[in-house]
């Protein structure tokens, strides 16, 4: 078949877990034999000979724009009028040279864009209520939004993923507009073909926040994070050179939390759980983007202080990573620290896992469904819960290498093989196979 993914989250210039659940999407049904096609809103001009240039110069800057900035750089008229949005193609040549991009450009076998296709649509939703329609020349047979849109594509399936409900289930904890925000996902489920979540957790948040929904339309497939294969044909001991010469840290001597700058990841309580263990080991700390609610982070100073005390070595924090830096750095840490207050899916558990590296993770929502017994889980909300897992970790004999080897077959659960059966399953099920 040909399948449509949309690159809203591909375009994010510091990548999101959205963004990785796109690309390996992308990926496997790719793998399957499927023709992937990439839905984008950037501009590549009027100008058939430049739009290869151009789109590739917006991707790799990358552009967001809030509906209020929308509406002025457009006007409310024009932005209540777009109730369509035609698509042109993106010619793919070797003019543009694309291999700088990475994961962040899946093997797309055509690119499709419309400027501010996302942006516009999102304003015209937030400020009129209104959906918008997508048209372009002999559409794909299915169309998968990887994150809910106020956008369809007309003469196809559209299928959209809602990965989690955090701004309903923690409304504390992001700063998205909750009544734009619920009535988005109401509208997703109503004009959706089909709805995927990424773990059992997700799927029943949105059954019990929505309890119109018919169970039958909501699937979870669970989804795959492809190791760089830079990593994959690696050693430990070649990452571990990488990493001492880099950031002058140990094989297995330190501790690492990677991910958003936002209070569900629980910061906080990580730090004063690290302090309360009084591990010798440093903490590691790479903060990819920051959602502008610094509350949680207030006690980090950019010298490593912790509530204006100098530790020294002891946190190290470090800005976004390429991916594959980042990847060595999960290999060859002692443990990744991920007690999240609430995650749809949790990456970094399953990444760790992946690599042998033992994780620290939560009770709460979909982290047990992908932990297994591979883990450590803690409540989230207890520091000292956190400290003493930290600390089972430094007085158990065996523990990690336990964890290590659970880990690497609980991964295999969530591999791309397996994501693209429970694709296949799905596609199936719809009678689109």
């Known amino acids: 078949m040909r399948v449509g993914i949309d690159g809203f989250n591909l375009s994010i210039v510091d990548g999101t877990g959205v963004a990785n659940y796109g690309a390996s999407l992308a990926t496997i049904l ?8 990439g839905i984008f809103g950037m501009d590549a001009g009027k100008r058939p000979q430049m739009r290869e240039i151009l789109f590739f110069d917006h991707f790799g800057h990358g552009h967001r724009l809030k509906p209020g900035e929308i509406a002025r750089k457009v006007g409310l008229k024009t932005v209540q009028a777009r109730a369509t949005s035609r698509l042109i193609q993106v010619p793919l040549t070797d003019a543009v040279d694309k291999r700088s991009f990475g994961f962040r450009l899946p093997d797309f076998s055509a690119l499709w864009t419309s400027p501010l296709l996302f942006e516009a649509a999102w304003a015209r ?24 849109l106020p956008i369809r594509l007309e003469n196809t399936r559209n299928i959209y993923t809602i990965h989690d409900l955090v701004p309903l289930k923690l409304p504390q904890a992001t700063l998205d507009n909750k009544l734009s925000y619920h009535r988005l996902i109401a509208r997703c489920l109503a004009m959706s073909d089909h709805i995927i979540s990424v773990s059992e957790a997700s799927r029943r948040d949105i059954l019990e926040i929505f309890p119109d929904t018919n169970p039958n339309k909501v699937t979870n497939t669970y989804q795959s994070s492809p190791v760089p294969l830079e990593i994959a044909n690696g050693s430990l001991e070649a990452d571990a050179g990488f990493i001492l010469n880099t950031f002058g840290l140990k094989e297995k001597g330190y501790y690492l ?5 936002d ?15 009084q591990s010798t080991l440093p903490l590691v ?8 609610m610094s509350g949680e982070t207030r ?9 204006g005390r100098n530790l020294g070595e002891r946190i190290v924090q470090l800005q976004y990573l390429p991916r594959v830096s980042l990847f060595r750095l999960i290999r060859t840490a002692k443990a990744v620290l991920f007690p999240s207050l ?7 558990v399953l990444e760790s896992m992946q690599l042998g590296t033992p994780t620290i993770t939560s ?14 889980l803690v409540d989230p909300y207890q520091s000292s819960a956190i400290a003493a897992a930290i600390r089972r970790l430094e007085d158990e004999p065996g523990l990690c290498e336990k964890l290590s080897k659970a880990g690497l077959e609980q991964a295999q659960n969530f591999s791309d093989a397996r994501f693209g059966e429970r694709m296949q399953e799905l596609y199936a099920k719809l009678g689109i196979a």
């Not at 939703?125 to 809910?148: A, I, K």
């Not at 700390?285 to 502008?292: A, E, H």
């Not at 980090?300 to 509530?307: E, K, N, Q, R």
């Open 30 to 37: 790719r793998q399957a034999g499927h023709q992937v096609e």
């Open 263 to 277: 209070p569900k990841k629980n910061i906080g309580r990580i730090v004063d759980g690290y302090l309360s263990s």
């Open 299 to 307: 006690m980090l100073g950019a010298d490593g202080s912790v509530y």
């Open 285 to 292: 700390i790479v903060s990819s983007r920051d959602w502008g």
């Open 125 to 148: 939703f937030v400020y009129f209520g209104r959906t918008t329609t997508v048209s372009m020349p002999n559409p794909p047979e299915v169309m998968h939004w990887t994150y809910p």
């Open 257 to 261: 939390f990677f991910g958003a700058v």
């Open 342 to 348: 609430y995650e749809g899916f949790g990456l970094p």
């Open 363 to 376: 009770t709460t929502s979909s982290l047990p469904e992908v932990a297994g017994d591979a883990a450590l």
